[in-house]
C-alpha cells in the first residue's frame, strides 16, 4: 500500500517562522509493508540463514555503496551551504527547470531556477545561525532522476529571537549530470 504525503521542507519552516508565504511542500513516498506470515509448515523445518550484516552508508539506512556514496556527498554540499546560508552554491545546485509550485494551484509561492536567488535571500534574511543535520533513509533512481527520502533536524535562530528546533521529512529529487548531480525539487 503506497500512499503519498505532502511535507514541509525547512525552507516552508523557515519562512513560517518570518512571516513569508510558505514554499512547496514536496510528496514523500511512504511504502507499508505486508506482514509475513511466521508459520512453518509442520514438515518441513528452516534453519535460519546467516547472511553478512549489509554495511549502511554514515548518516543513513541505505547501503554504502559508490553510487549511494556520490549522491550522500552531493546532499552533503547542499546541507553545508544551507548551515553556512551560501546562496550562491545553493543556486548553482539547482538543476535549470529547477520548480517548487507550494502544493497548491496559486502560482504566487512557485519557485523557479530564476527566482530561487531571491527566495533564498529573502529566507536567510534575519537568521544569525543554522545547524541542519540529515539522515537518509532511501535513494531510488529512475532514468536519471534520483529520489532521495530524508530526515532532517534543523536549529536556527533569527536576531533577537529564541532558537527554533525543528524535524520533518523531506523528498529531495536529483538529475544526473555528466559531472554530477543537479537539484530538481525539494530545496
Known sequence: MRRSLR?????????????????PRVPVDVVVPAVRSTQVAPEVEELPQRQAPIALAPKSDVPDTPENAAV?????????????????????????????DGDNDDPIDDIDAQNLERHLRTLFAGVEQIQYEIHYHRIVGEEGVIFVDYSYTASYRFAGAKPKNVSDDNRMVLVRTADGFLIRSGM
Open 72 to 100: 550522500i556527498g552531493f546532499c552533503e554540499r547542499y546541507r553545508k551551504a544551507v548551515e553556512e546560508k551560501n546562496v550562491d552554491v545553493l543556486v548553482s545546485l539547482a538543476a535549470p527547470d529547477y520548480f517548487e
Open 7 to 23: 511535507l514541509p521542507s525547512l525552507f516552508a519552516l523557515l519562512l513560517s517562522s518570518c512571516g513569508a508565504p510558505p514554499p
